[in-house]
């Protein structure tokens, strides 16, 4: 079975700060891009158009991946190095399938939309303005989840569950003790 030391207690801390950082400006950023596809979109002007569009390639040249690699990166550490753990909980599983899902569209979906819309400068159709609305509202899905933990165990979850407390009830100890 696969197993990851767990992190001790500074470093979980520091990497969950870093995670809610990084998290909370990839949805930042998506929230920014929609404001840019809309006033493209929207605009009967070409030079605002050209502006925003711009702007979104910009972001999207520079942020973007970094963001989403990070959020995905750190999620998966801090699910492999805490008790959480990446298949026992249910909204972690959620999230990690989510933010994978996500990272492959703004990499191989959004970033081509955004280039393609900038070399047409600035024509925009309403995919530049559903992407990032999509990606709004999943961040936010991501981040409600992350706040009200539902849904109870996994399936895996519930079987460690209760083989540790099926370990304990026999020798009347933890199983992570160790001697």
Known sequence: MFH???????????????????SVSWLGLTAGLLTLGITAFATGDPATAGAATRAMKIFGD???????????????????????GL?????????FWLTLITTGLSIFSLRPGID???AAGGAVDINLVIAPSV??????????ISVLKPWGLTRRGRRLR????????VDGRSPRQTA
């Open 116 to 118: 393609a819309a900038a």
């Open 87 to 95: 298949a026992r909980h249910r909204w972690v599983w959620t999230k």
């Open 4 to 22: 990851v030391k767990p992190l001790k207690r500074p470093v979980r801390r520091g990497l969950l700060v870093a995670h809610v950082a990084v």
């Open 62 to 84: 520079w942020l973007v991946i970094p963001l989403a690699l990070l959020a995905l990166v750190s999620g998966l550490v801090l699910a492999l190095g805490t008790p959480w």
């Open 135 to 144: 990606a709004t509202a999943t961040y936010l899905f991501i981040t409600a």
């Open 162 to 169: 209760f083989s540790a407390s099926s370990a304990k009830s």
